[in-house]
């Protein structure tokens, strides 16, 4: 299958490699040029479960895709939520009208960016509990299992989505469908849009924040907020349920001491945030809905403030 | 006429002090042992508008106030806001029937603490423009001008009121009778509940939060909530007004790269913070009247949350 890595950043590089490994004609285009450079010279450096091996894919800037002769039958989507319209726009003269689109991003609402460029029976939205690290540019950290959830977006999609299934399987990355894909991908969203804004703007870990006589109020308060806009998306979720994961991310003995990937962003790199595509996105949809959201929003505002103070870019 | 100084910190000091000099028998009841000591060895010491002034005062703690023969003609409140309910009941031996009371405390709904003491017709509710500040234990540093609007809070007060006004008067402290005291309480609280709460999370100077691109969006989220508590209280504010004031705060030229109180006390001095007596108080009150107030719960939340995570005491 000719399969197009959109963004391959370090869950881009486990997908392309693995997908690569598995024969399929695979391109990465991505937007960092040190990356992008070391690639071309040396092959995707890997270290996958502890094994040091090297990929031969090749790899284009985003900017630079115009006259690549390339037509995709899949596109998977690991763009940083906000660079996602941009690279729509990069690759659309290599997604046809029988493009599958894939889309694995974090956060929520990517679909009202990817209808822009492609029909609805054409989009899959997906869910993985991949994971995947970069040890610096042209090199990807691999290590352990996950699995992916998806689903087609538009009612008649179901058969390419299960095409896609085939493809994935084959190169060992446990696909399946999932009858309700929108309710995982508000699960995760939940876990995001709590452990994110909230132990960036207090300068927590996620123990630190999880241990305060506060943090359930708050944690409900938000997680209300998505439920209810969820529930007008026909996505329901299991507030129990996500509350309870939630809180498994306060253990110290595990994930507890972390920060979250969105102070990690901030905090230690001053880079801008996906909050727009988190919390932000609950409360464009709830303006859409008529349903207030003021947590989501307040927390939004502070994350951007604190992108200003700190001068994020 | 007689006066307790109940809290005699920067600000009772000050009062202690230009009431002592006015011929008034004025004693201070603090509970910082260290000053408290200073102060009966030395007297109470000033840098009096560049003044080096030394005043005998009387003073005791808190604690040790049980055997001290004092009926008070007036009592001025100076405490922080969660040492209020304490104060008044080490000091009721001292309250008599007609004794007036004088709330000069930061934030709202400090009558509802003081009314569990005193008579309704014997409470005063203040605003002070004086500023005061602390060398140390034991030394006050007063400079500048400053002036206080009163009310009485029962209705059949306003005797009692005026009759404060003239001491304070007399004292060269600047009092002058007030029809709406608390416009003036709530318009001053909706600048210490949007400045200290935001400043202290967002770990910036005013001017750094204001010059955000949100900063208006969070600061009339948080006044509407204060206006419409304080419309049910019959004090109304003027919110173009309020919001005019707060900008002022921005000014890099003036106060704009100060932090507020709250950052002093929480993020440098590591103490619990008055938050629950400024929008907590909101909190309270808009679920006693039915108004939804979530951008102060949410920030009252977050500043307990902050408190917890610093271990501060």
Excluded at 23 to 44: A, P, R, S, T, Y
Excluded at 179 to 199: P, Q, R
Excluded at 222 to 240: K, Y
Excluded at 285 to 299: A, D, R
Aim: glycine share 8%; net charge negative; with cysteine.
């Amino acid at each position: 299958m000719k399969i197009i890595i959109a963004g391959a950043g370090a869950m881009g590089s486990r997908f392309g490699l693995m997908l690569h490994q598995a024969k399929n004609d695979v391109i990465l285009i991505d937007g960092w040029q040190e990356h992008i450079d070391l690639i071309k010279q040396n092959g995707l450096k890997a270290n996958f479960n502890g094994e040091e091996i090297v990929e031969n894919i090749s790899i284009y800037h985003q900017n630079d895709v115009s006259s690549v002769d390339f037509s995709a039958d899949l596109v998977i989507l690991f763009t940083k939520a906000m660079q996602l319209d941009g690279m729509m726009q990069s690759i659309n003269n290599m997604v046809g009208e029988n493009t599958k689109v894939l889309c694995l991003l974090n956060g929520i609402g990517h679909e009202d960016v990817i209808k822009k460029y492609v029909p609805l029976s054409n989009i899959i939205l997906g869910n993985t509990m991949w994971t995947a690290g970069l040890e610096g540019p042209g090199k990807a950290k691999l290590f352990g299992n996950g699995s992916i959830d998806l689903q087609n977006l538009g009612t008649d999609g179901k058969e390419a989505a299960e095409e896609v299934i085939e493809v994935l399987n084959v190169a060992n990355l446990n696909a399946k469908y999932s009858d309700n894909i929108l309710s995982s991908i508000y699960k995760k969203a939940c876990v995001n849009g709590t452990m994110n804004g909230l132990c960036t703007i207090l300068d927590s870990n996620m123990a630190g924040f999880g241990e305060t006589d506060v943090a359930d109020d708050i944690v409900e308060a938000i997680v209300s907020e998505f439920a209810a806009v969820a529930e007008r998306e026909n996505a329901t979720l299991n507030v129990p349920e996500v509350l309870a994961q939630i809180k498994t991310c306060y253990n110290r003995e595990t994930i507890g001491l972390h920060h979250p990937s969105m102070y990690q962003d901030l905090i230690i790199n001053n880079r801008l945030t996906e909050i727009d595509y988190i919390n932000g996105a609950i409360v464009r949809k709830g303006k859409e809905y008529g349903i207030e959201t003021p947590y989501c929003s307040f927390l939004t505002q502070l994350v951007h403030a604190k992108e200003q103070i700190l001068g994020a870019k």
